[in-house]
T-cell receptor, first 115, second 112 residues
Framework: EAQVTQNPRYLITVTGKKLTVTCSQN?????MSWYRQDPGLGLRQIYY???????DKGDVPEGYKVSRKEKRNFPLILESPSPNQTSLYFC??????????????FGEGSRLTVL | AQSVTQLGSHVSVSEGALVLLRCNYS??????LFWYVQYPNQGLQLLLK??????LVKGINGFEAEFKKSETSFHLTKPSAHMSDAAEYFC??????????FGKGTRLSVIA
């Protein structure tokens, strides 16, 4: 089954404790992206990657890091989480070109709470 | 630059009534327009899209949207709401080789 898998789905952590949210897709997509969803703000893009070893900042990259060492994986790293990073995070993937034509496939989301 | 404005963060309709969710866009290039739906505790999934050609596009679950260039709009409609339509709906604009820009979302409630 074609899917984007995120882990963990739910996480409560404390300020400053490094964490990683993993994202994996099995569709051989070149493009992968991370979004955060906050009430009243919709989806905002954090980082995206057009292919292996190619990443770029989205609209709200501060406080986040990403890496793309393999095509299928695109982890999101919070080196020193802060309470303003409490949010619902989504990973998405698509074929290159399709990210502008809307054919994005989304994971089920990771709800992160930073105390 | 591209942007999307969804009018109404929350829309409530009775079961069987018309659903109308409004979306206006701004784009300096010919836009590609999309509606995504997010059911509770799930990720987003593509509902329908307009790229080129016919301006009235049909999507899943009986939804449709019409691209009106003169009004810079792409409103989502469904003739008769069903309880299962309760979800959050996002309009998005793409095209011009830039990543999608999403609206802030409209939560649809359906009342029995």
């Amino acid at each position: 089954e074609a899917q984007v898998t995120q882990n963990p789905r739910y996480l409560i952590t404390v300020t400053g404790k490094k964490l990683t949210v993993t994202c994996s897709q099995n569709m051989n997509h070149e493009y992968m992206s991370w979004y955060r969803q906050d009430p009243g703000l919709g989806l905002r893009q954090i980082y995206y990657s057009m292919n292996v070893e190619v990443t770029d900042k989205g609209d709200v990259p501060e406080g986040y890091k990403v890496s793309r060492k393999e095509k299928r994986n695109f982890p999101l790293i919070l080196e020193s989480p802060s309470p303003n990073q409490t949010s619902l995070y989504f990973c998405a993937s698509s074929l290159v070109g399709a990210e502008t034509t809307g054919e994005l496939f989304f994971g089920e989301g990771s709800r992160l709470t930073v105390l | 630059a591209q942007s999307v404005t969804q009018l109404g963060s929350h829309v409530s309709v009775s079961e069987g009534a018309l659903v109308l969710l409004r979306c206006n866009y701004s784009s300096s290039v010919p836009p590609y327009l999309f509606w995504y739906v997010q059911y509770p505790n799930q990720g987003l999934q593509l509902l329908l899209k307009y790229t080129t050609g016919a301006t009235l596009v049909k999507g899943i679950n009986g939804f449709e949207a019409e691209f009106k260039k003169s009004e810079t709009s792409f409103h989502l409609t469904k003739p008769s709401a069903h309880m299962s339509d309760a979800a959050e709906y996002f309009c998005a604009v793409g095209g011009g080789n830039t990543p999608l820009v999403f609206g802030k979302g409209t939560r649809l409630s359906v009342i029995a």
